[in-house]
């Protein structure tokens, strides 16, 4: 009797857990995510930003400020957001960034990474499939080459004389 009640309660804690999913990815960028918090980090170039999201109405701050005084070029402020309009949860989650290193350009991919990945860990069922083909997920990996003896710069070498 007693493993009897012990497989309805297995049944019972599996159905609870499904219950909030999709059985397909169908529903991937549809809006129909969890709203949890979640956290992720995410680097580019030399930049390290660490992302944490909260439920909330959409209020961003970067280091103490916000979105607009924190990049004020549309570029990164679109770059930096486009995981959540893709998702379609524009004003579900209050964003906060700290970053750190780099320029602007570095820490507006980082940041874009690191929410992908926070997005990524609150709702994988529901998010991972859209967030991979748009290819939030990856880590662009290019960095600044090094500079090599001999020459002016990683590449440039002195200019060449015949005579």
Do not use: C
């Not at 999709?22 to 995510?33: D, F, H, R």
């Not at 090094?146 to 020459?151: D, M, Y």
């Amino acid at each position: 009797m007693a493993e009897n009640t012990e497989n309805s309660a297995v049944q019972e804690t599996e159905e609870e857990i499904t219950s909030y999913t999709t059985e397909t990815n169908a529903g991937a960028g549809t809006g129909t995510s969890q709203i949890a918090p979640g956290y992720g980090t995410g680097r580019r170039k030399e930049s390290v930003a660490r992302v944490r999201l909260t439920p909330g109405t959409g209020k961003w701050t970067i280091n103490g400020h916000t979105l607009e005084e924190y990049f004020p070029s549309r570029l990164h402020q679109r770059e930096v957001n486009s995981p959540i309009v893709l998702l379609k949860l524009e004003g579900k989650f209050d964003i906060n960034v700290l970053v750190e290193g780099g320029g602007t350009t570095g820490q507006s991919g980082a940041i874009r990474l690191g929410v992908a990945r926070a997005l990524n860990a609150i709702d994988r069922d529901a998010n991972r499939a859209a967030l991979k083909k748009a290819g939030f997920l990856t880590r662009d990996a290019r960095a600044v080459e090094r500079k090599k003896a001999g020459l002016h710069k990683a590449r440039r070498a002195p200019q060449f004389s015949k005579r």
